[in-house]
């Protein structure tokens, strides 16, 4: 993987537990939602250090939801929203469990073509279509994930020199041009609804 990892203005051991398990990317994706992109790709790492370990994706599935709603809304907590996102992942978990032997890395690892890989991840609870082009955006940039047609399928966020997501995020200059870009298109969608 080497320079092409995502590198987040984050701590160290955040960023590697990110290039280093699979889990914790997609986690990361999952709680990437109304909070900033450090918060939501550094929360895996602060939930692997209230575990005592790294999760794995049966045992964050079978886990007691109390419990885990728990972990989440413990200060600092792992999201605005932690009972909301603590149920958001066990479902995600769920789904790897069913359908992928609890491995993250099977989501990906047979996919035929860019299309369906788009679409394995959009069938992750949660993941509409914007976010399932960023993920796919985000393992074919930095994780090295390139079926035929994965930028296709990631639309514009999978363009070579775009700046409009986590995939984007190599520095801190990269980290400024992606807000930048989200700030516009915020601003964009006031507008239009006037």
């Not at 603590?86 to 996919?111: F, I």
């Not at 363009?159 to 700030?183: G, M």
Request: charged letters at 25%.
């Amino acid at each position: 993987m080497g320079s092409m990892t995502l590198s987040l203005p984050i701590d160290p051991e955040a960023n590697r537990l990110l290039a280093r398990s699979p889990l914790a990317l997609l986690l990361g994706m999952v709680l990437d939602q109304q909070v900033p992109m450090e918060k939501a790709f550094s929360s895996p790492y602060v939930l692997t250090q209230r575990l005592g370990h790294e999760p794995d994706a049966r045992e964050l599935a079978g886990y007691a939801p109390e419990a885990l709603v728990e972990l989440f809304a413990q200060p600092p907590a792992l999201h605005r929203f932690p009972k909301a996102m603590a149920a958001r992942v066990q479902e995600v978990c769920q789904v790897l469990v069913d359908r992928y032997d609890g491995d993250p890395t099977r989501l990906w690892a047979d996919v035929a073509d860019g299309r369906e890989l788009l679409r394995r991840v959009g069938e992750l609870p949660g993941f509409g279509k914007q976010k399932a082009q960023i993920f796919v955006a985000l393992l074919g940039k930095r994780y090295g994930v390139t079926p035929d047609g994965w930028r296709e399928a990631a639309g514009g966020y999978g363009e070579p020199d775009a700046r409009r997501s986590v995939a984007d995020v190599t520095d801190p200059e990269s980290l400024r041009q992606v807000r930048e870009y989200k700030q516009q298109m915020k601003a964009a969608a006031k507008a239009a609804k006037g």
